[in-house]
T-cell receptor, first 115, second 113 residues
Framework: AQSVTQLDSQVPVFEEAPVELRCNYS??????LFWYVQYPNQGLQLLLK??????LVKGINGFEAEFNKSQTSFHLRKPSVHISDTAEYFC?????????????FGQGTILTVHP | GAVVSQHPSWVICKSGTSVKIECRSL??????MFWYRQFPKQSLMLMAT?????????EQGVEKDKFLINHASLTLSTLTVTSAHPEDSSFYIC?????????FGPGTRLLVL
């Protein structure tokens, strides 16, 4: 079984400031890692994912995340946020094989970007 | 890109009634779809895996007789909340996998009075 912990439930930042949303996971097997964004009244959108290879993953909208196996973390970063980045962000993990697609989500982090 | 739709987007019903939620993959075929539930201020929790042509696989703690799942075709899965009660009020989200990527529907908000 897997579990995901997002360490911050809310993160307020000013526009053009950098931001880091923290995510830690635990699993007894190798996992795939994902970050999703949910805008109000919309479905989840994939920001980025780590399946294998380079531990630094670049996604859409200028976001990136780094997989750290020793610290079991997958923190999401953006060097300069915009008002439009205001949304809720979910970190998720999935095992491979027949369990791929069955996602375990973190509690979510609400990012609020202030002008 | 691939699109997953849900219908209805929101529904209000009386306690004791049944509610059906549809999940459709609009431009791809999905042999497997997933149903999640999200309570207010909580994360999404996987309820069940919907398999086309066979029975759904439910996660631990999810009542299969209460949450009936039917994957009637390669583009449609339905979730029926039977004899709904106020505690079933939640945001129900489906997803489908296409070419290794997960696509989520916009969700259905259910309010049981």
């Amino acid at each position: 079984a897997q579990s995901v912990t997002q360490l911050d439930s809310q993160v307020p930042v000013f526009e053009e400031a950098p931001v880091e949303l923290r995510c830690n996971y635990s699993s007894s097997v190798s996992v795939y890692l994902f970050w999703y964004v949910q805008y109000p009244n919309q479905g989840l959108q994939l920001l980025l994912k780590y399946l294998s290879g380079s531990t630094l993953v670049k996604g859409i909208n200028g976001f990136e995340a780094e997989f750290n196996k020793s610290q079991t973390s997958f923190h999401l970063r953006k060097p300069s946020v915009h008002i439009s980045d205001t949304a809720e962000y979910f970190c998720a993990v999935s095992a491979g094989g027949t369990s791929y697609g069955k996602l375990t989500f973190g509690q979510g982090t609400i990012l609020t970007v202030h002008p | 890109g691939a699109v997953v739709s849900q219908h209805p987007s929101w529904v209000i019903c009386k306690s004791g009634t049944s509610v059906k939620i549809e999940c459709r993959s609009l431009d791809f075929q999905a042999t497997t779809m997933f149903w999640y539930r999200q309570f207010p201020k909580q994360s999404l929790m996987l309820m069940a895996t919907s398999n086309e042509g066979s029975k759904a696989t439910y996660e631990q703690g999810v009542e299969k007789d209460k949450f009936l799942i039917n994957h009637a075709s390669l583009t449609l899965s339905t979730l029926t909340v039977t004899s709904a009660h106020p505690e079933d009020s939640s945001f129900y989200i489906c997803s489908a996998t296409n070419l290794g990527r997960q696509y989520f529907g916009p969700g259905t908000r259910l309010l049981v009075l």
